[in-house]
């Protein structure tokens, strides 16, 4: 009785220790490939896939660059001559 106990406790044991992590990763994984399928149904594209930037659909094959917007540069504001600050007394405290 007690050698049929231990046997059986610990083929489960080893169920439990190696069979059942590589299920659940084999589940875990079919789910996931499963909802991007659907979420990539829904959406449109391939699953996994990065979406094209605008910059990316708008080059050319020629290598030309467009900029559409330059900014005005300013020039930088000539500082006023500075004559000196305000005297302030200092006193050491100890």
């Known amino acids: 009785m007690l050698i049929k106990f231990l046997l059986i406790f610990f083929l489960l044991a080893l169920v439990l220790r ?3 992590p590589v299920l659940m ?5 079919g789910f996931l490939q499963k909802q991007a ?3 990539a149904q ?5 699953p996994f896939e ?3 930037n605008a910059s990316e659909q708008t080059r050319t094959a020629s290598g030309d660059v467009h ?7 300013q ?5 006023k001559e ?3 600050g305000e005297y302030v007394d200092f006193e050491e405290v100890k």
Do not use: N, S, W
């Open 25 to 29: 990763r084999y589940l875990v994984v």
């Open 75 to 79: 020039k930088p504001a000539q500082p």
């Open 37 to 39: 399928r659907r979420h």
């Open 42 to 46: 829904q959406f449109g594209g391939a």
């Open 67 to 73: 900029v559409d917007y330059v900014p005005p540069r």
């Open 82 to 84: 500075f004559k000196g």
């Open 50 to 52: 990065a979406a094209p």
């Open 18 to 20: 190696f069979v059942l």
